[in-house]
């Protein structure tokens, strides 16, 4: 989709005389005076968005980040993804940097109807060897860095900010520098309200403009920064090798039906706001730490009861049904064998709608619900026995 690398680290521009602006973190209670800023000077961002970190609430049910988010779009800005929980990706199991991309997207589609096809790992990290790069490629995300940081998080008081502005001053004044991607954080009231006024002064000076990481990528096809239940596939074929490793090439082909799953896409909900699962993943283990239902999905599908059975080790079986698709419930009889069923729960959300079609969108959701609960239910193994029978499935 589009002509930006989906296999490369992107850290500059492409387009020379700019710098692309970005805000990571947010939204916060600083964000609204941010976009009143970058308004009066005619300048845009990228907001690299978290789902639910720092204790703001879930972006897509906690005012006023819905409306904020709504305000970027309509303000030209670009959105685009910091993961949910703000975890560092390399870190972490596959399955749960899928949920971390995933949970977002379907926040991003609740408040929007869309969601971004750009995003920034958090702390930078996402290795090859991990295998972060191969699930950004599969979701069909730019990873996108920087080439100027100004570490407005290491000078957060009145008293250190100006130590950001040296960075951004020295910066614009190299002679052989023609463009940079920086970044900022709108959670940093003194990098909102000090450095960023001050920051657009030296770029408007120097005769620059602050634009967004599409915008200085030279994709100027806006429909290229996010998709949506009616977008178009995306096709990632090898083509050339550079310096940096295989770049790729980005085919858009449109859907045949609304109801098929694009290839490289993921789950998305236009009727359910997920709950906000804090997790943290070693050797398939996952630790939950707290759990919030948003919504309350209708039980307007199949829902089948398992039949326990005597063997020792039984099979899994159907807790939501549609379709060809069965979601299964793994057996367990333990804490650790509980939170292996629920990530394999999880995971097994991400192929709903290859299977069931997207019309089925609505048992998706309700199948994600039960792998909530049984997230929560693990948590109880620790004072008590569990299993998947006493669970209910």
Same mark, same amino acid.
């Given at each position: 989709?589009?002509?930006?690398?989906?296999?490369?680290?992107?850290?500059?521009?492409?387009?020379?005389?700019?710098?692309?602006?970005?805000?990571?973190?947010?939204?916060?209670?600083?964000?609204?005076?941010?976009?009143?800023?970058?308004?009066?000077?005619?300048?845009? #961002?990228?907001?690299?968005?978290?789902?639910?970190?720092?204790?703001?609430?879930?972006?897509?049910?906690?005012?006023?980040?819905?409306?904020?988010?709504?305000? %970027?779009?309509?303000?030209?800005?670009?959105?685009?993804?910091?993961?949910?929980?703000?975890?560092?990706?390399?870190?972490?199991?596959?399955?749960?940097?899928?949920?971390? %991309?995933?949970?977002?997207?379907?926040?991003?589609?609740?408040?929007? *109807?869309?969601?971004?096809?750009?995003?920034?790992?958090?702390?930078?990290?996402?290795?090859?060897?991990?295998?972060?790069?191969?699930? %950004?490629?599969? &979701?069909?995300?730019?990873?996108?860095?920087?080439?100027?940081?100004?570490?407005?998080?290491?000078?957060?008081?009145?008293?250190?900010?100006?130590?950001?502005?040296?960075? @951004?001053?020295?910066? &614009?004044?190299?002679?052989?520098?023609?463009?940079? &991607?920086?970044?900022?954080?709108?959670?940093?009231?003194?990098?909102?309200?000090?450095?960023?006024?001050?920051?657009?002064?030296?770029?408007? #000076?120097?005769?620059?403009?602050? @634009?967004?990481?599409?915008?200085?990528?030279?994709?100027?096809?806006? +429909?290229?920064?996010?998709? !949506?239940?009616?977008?178009?596939?995306?096709?990632?074929?090898?083509?050339?090798?550079?310096?940096?490793?295989?770049?790729?090439?980005?085919?858009?082909?449109?859907?045949?039906?609304?109801?098929?799953?694009?290839? *490289?896409?993921? &789950?998305?909900?236009?009727?359910?706001?997920? !709950?906000?699962?804090?997790?943290?993943?070693? !050797?398939? $283990?996952?630790?939950?730490?707290?759990?919030?239902?948003?919504?309350?999905?209708?039980?307007?599908?199949?829902?089948?009861?398992?039949?326990?059975?005597? !063997?020792?080790?039984?099979?899994?079986?159907?807790?939501?049904?549609?379709?060809?698709?069965?979601?299964?419930?793994?057996?367990?009889?333990?804490?650790? +064998?509980?939170?292996?069923?629920? #990530?394999?729960?999880?995971?097994?959300?991400? $192929?709903?709608?290859?299977?069931? *079609?997207?019309?089925?969108?609505?048992?998706?959701?309700?199948?994600?619900?039960?792998?909530?609960?049984?997230?929560?239910?693990?948590?109880?193994?620790?004072?008590?026995?569990?299993?998947?029978?006493?669970?209910?499935?």
């Amino acid at each position: 989709m589009g002509p930006i690398t989906y296999t490369d680290d992107i850290y500059d521009c492409v387009q020379t005389g700019v710098v692309a602006l970005t805000y990571d973190d947010g939204p916060y209670n600083y964000t609204s005076d941010l976009l009143d800023i970058l308004k009066s000077y005619g300048y845009q #961002a990228t907001f690299f968005i978290t789902g639910n970190n720092n204790g703001k609430g879930e972006i897509d049910i906690t005012a006023p980040y819905p409306s904020l988010i709504q305000r %970027m779009i309509a303000e030209g800005h670009q959105v685009a993804s910091h993961t949910w929980s703000h975890y560092a990706l390399s870190n972490i199991s596959h399955d749960l940097r899928m949920q971390q %991309m995933v949970k977002n997207e379907m926040a991003f589609n609740n408040i929007i *109807g869309k969601w971004p096809t750009y995003m920034r790992p958090p702390y930078s990290d996402c290795t090859e060897a991990s295998g972060c790069w191969a699930d %950004m490629q599969t &979701l069909g995300y730019h990873r996108v860095y920087f080439d100027l940081d100004t570490q407005d998080y290491l000078n957060p008081l009145p008293s250190q900010i100006q130590n950001s502005k040296n960075i @951004v001053q020295k910066a &614009l004044a190299s002679t052989t520098v023609v463009d940079y &991607l920086s970044i900022q954080h709108d959670i940093v009231q003194q990098s909102v309200g000090n450095l960023s006024s001050f920051y657009f002064d030296q770029i408007k #000076a120097k005769g620059w403009k602050g @634009v967004t990481v599409g915008d200085c990528l030279g994709d100027t096809d806006r +429909t290229n920064w996010y998709r !949506s239940l009616n977008t178009t596939s995306i096709s990632i074929t090898p083509s050339s090798t550079s310096a940096k490793g295989s770049a790729v090439s980005a085919t858009a082909t449109s859907s045949s039906t609304g109801t098929e799953k694009p290839p *490289g896409a993921t &789950l998305k909900s236009t009727s359910t706001a997920l !709950s906000s699962v804090k997790s943290s993943t070693s !050797s398939a $283990k996952t630790s939950t730490n707290s759990l919030k239902s948003s919504t309350t999905v209708k039980q307007s599908t199949s829902v089948v009861a398992a039949t326990p059975t005597k !063997s020792s080790t039984p099979a899994a079986t159907c807790a939501v049904s549609a379709g060809n698709w069965c979601g299964k419930i793994s057996p367990f009889t333990n804490m650790l +064998t509980c939170q292996k069923s629920a #990530a394999a729960c999880y995971s097994d959300t991400l $192929k709903c709608a290859t299977t069931a *079609g997207w019309k089925n969108l609505k048992t998706c959701g309700t199948f994600t619900t039960i792998c909530e609960k049984l997230t929560l239910y693990c948590l109880k193994c620790v004072k008590s026995s569990c299993s998947n029978a006493a669970f209910g499935y």
